[in-house]
C-alpha cells in the first residue's frame, strides 16, 4: 500500500529553527509538496519537490531524497503565525496525491 | 472574493437526508476536486474532474455524487447522508505550473454533521 509518515506533533520556540520529517512509500514518485494549514483554516501550498536536493524560499526551506523515500520542511527564524498543521503530499505515478496526515507545530514564546 | 467559494460553511443535518455541497472558483481552472478531511487522516480524494465532460472517482467515492455545472461550478451531493460521513470538505482547483507542479488552491471548508 501508498504510505506518508510525519510526526504528529512537534513544539518548537519562538525564534529557533524546526524540522520537519516526512518518509514516504508510494507507487512511483511524480514529486512531492508541502502545504500550511492553520486550524479551521484551507490548506495553502508551500514547496514542490521533484529533484533531489534542497529548495530554499524566505524563512522555509524543503529538502528530498528520492533514493530514501524522505523530505522534510525546516522553519528557520519561528514565529507565533507558523503555528499550523504542516501536510506533506506525494504525487504518485498515476499523478494522483497521497496526502499524510500532517503534523502538527506548536511554536511556543 | 475568495477565489475558490464553498457553500454552506457548516451544515447538520440528519441521517437519511440528501445534501450538496456547492463549490465555485475564478481562478479559471479547469480541474476541481472534492476532498475530505477527517481528524488523524490525510486528505481522501472522493472525486476530480479536468474539465466540464470529465469526471472522475477518487480514492473515496461510495455514497457521494458530484456534478460539474461549467468550468467554475462543481457541486459534491451525498444522497443519503450517514453519520460517518461527518467531516470537513473541502474543493480545491488546480492548475500545471510550468515546472509540473500541479498546486491545488483549497476553498475555506464545508463543515458537515450528520447526526
Known amino acids: 500500500g501508498q504510505n506518508i509518515d510525519q510526526p504528529t506533533e512537534m513544539t518548537a520556540t519562538e525564534g529557533a529553527i524546526v524540522q520537519i520529517n516526512c518518509t514516504y512509500q508510494?507507487?512511483?514518485?511524480?514529486?512531492l509538496f508541502w502545504y500550511q494549514q492553520h486550524a479551521g483554516e484551507a490548506p495553502t501550498f508551500l514547496s514542490y519537490n521533484v529533484l533531489d536536493g534542497l529548495e530554499e524560499k524566505g524563512r522555509f526551506s524543503s529538502f528530498l531524497s528520492r533514493s530514501k523515500g524522505y523530505s522534510y520542511l525546516l522553519l528557520k527564524e519561528l514565529q507565533m503565525k507558523d503555528s499550523a498543521s504542516y501536510l506533506c503530499a506525494v504525487r504518485d505515478s498515476n499523478y494522483q496525491l497521497i496526502w499524510g496526515a500532517g503534523t502538527k507545530l506548536i511554536i511556543k514564546p | 472574493d475568495a477565489d475558490v467559494t464553498q457553500t454552506p460553511r457548516n451544515r447538520i443535518t440528519k441521517t437519511g437526508k440528501r445534501i450538496m455541497l456547492e463549490c465555485s472558483q475564478t481562478k479559471g481552472h479547469d480541474r476541481m476536486y472534492w476532498y475530505r478531511q477527517d481528524p488523524g487522516l490525510g486528505l481522501r480524494l472522493i472525486y476530480y474532474s479536468f474539465d466540464v465532460k470529465d469526471i472522475n472517482k477518487g480514492e473515496i467515492s461510495d455514497g457521494y455524487s458530484v456534478s460539474r455545472q461549467a468550468q467554475a461550478k462543481f457541486s459534491l451531493s451525498l444522497e443519503s447522508a450517514i453519520p460517518n460521513q461527518t467531516a470537513l470538505y473541502f474543493c480545491?482547483?488546480?492548475?500545471?505550473?510550468?515546472?509540473?507542479?500541479?498546486?491545488?488552491?483549497f476553498g475555506a471548508g464545508s463543515r458537515l454533521t450528520v447526526l
Open positions: 508510494t507507487s512511483g514518485f511524480n514529486g
Open positions: 480545491a482547483t488546480s492548475d500545471l505550473r510550468g515546472d509540473g507542479a500541479n498546486v491545488l488552491t
